[in-house]
């Protein structure tokens, strides 16, 4: 079945960039996707991309698509304090845009 | 503000209980969806309602039941809570004919079964 992982953890300091990877299973995925979790809060879309471009950046945030190796990455540039969340890969599957997430990396943003 | 909103926040059920988690949306969205969310393993499926009238089971749907009372409206119920049902419950809506099919999702339900 189809099935979205991630590492759970990243940790920087503040002002480097932080890159959170993600590989995903179905290759049929029409688009994909990262959201952001703050702490006791709901999730929030951040930025998606069309599975047939391969960038696609949006002020600080830049996410690289590889669909032949079904890896997709999000980079923060000059990471913040207010970065630190958890971050949610996601791939459409099948019909009715079914979302399958991954179980999340939880960013930590240090001085 | 527009958006999803649930009810309640938060819940304490003793095992074997029943409840109604309330979820609605004024973005006039086709689709509706419940997900589970517990720690380390994301958000898992519950249920979903493609449209108004229809309603089907995602990954983890036992022990649950859904209603799509109304385009606006899908209630999950826990018939007869147990502990392994302590999660935070997600309701998310989205519009089928968009471009991007983007999901607006509620604040949660924290629910504890004890």
């Known amino acids: 079945g189809e099935d979205v992982e991630q590492s759970l953890f990243l940790s920087v300091r503040e002002g480097d960039s932080s890159v959170i990877n993600c590989t995903y299973t179905?290759?049929?995925?029409?688009?994909l996707y990262w959201y952001k979790q703050e702490p006791g809060a709901g999730l929030q879309l951040l930025t998606y991309?069309?599975?047939?471009?391969d960038m696609k950046q949006d002020q600080r945030l830049t996410v690289l698509l590889n669909k032949k190796d079904k890896h997709l990455s999000l980079r923060i540039a000059d990471t913040q304090t207010g970065d630190s969340a958890i971050y949610f890969c996601a791939e459409s599957s099948g019909g009715y845009n079914k979302l399958i997430f991954g179980a999340g990396t939880r960013l930590a943003v240090h001085p | 503000n527009a958006g999803v909103t649930q009810t309640p926040k938060f819940q304490v059920l003793k095992t074997g209980q029943s409840m109604t988690l309330q979820c609605a949306q004024d973005m006039n969205h086709n689709s509706m969806y419940w997900y589970r969310q517990d720690p380390g393993m994301g958000l898992r499926l519950i249920y979903y309602?493609?449209?108004?009238?229809?309603?089907d089971k995602g990954e983890v749907p036992n022990g649950y039941n859904v209603s799509r009372l109304n385009k606006r409206e899908f209630s999950l119920r826990l018939e007869s809570a147990a502990p392994s049902q302590t999660s935070v419950y997600f309701c998310?809506?989205?519009?089928?004919?968009?471009?991007?099919?983007?999901?607006?999702f509620g604040s949660g339900t924290r629910l504890t079964v004890v």
């Open positions: 998310a809506s989205s519009e089928t004919g968009s471009d991007n099919y983007g999901y607006t």
């Open positions: 991309i069309f599975s047939n471009m």
């Open positions: 309602s493609a449209s108004e009238g229809t309603t």
């Open positions: 179905d290759s049929s995925s029409t688009y």
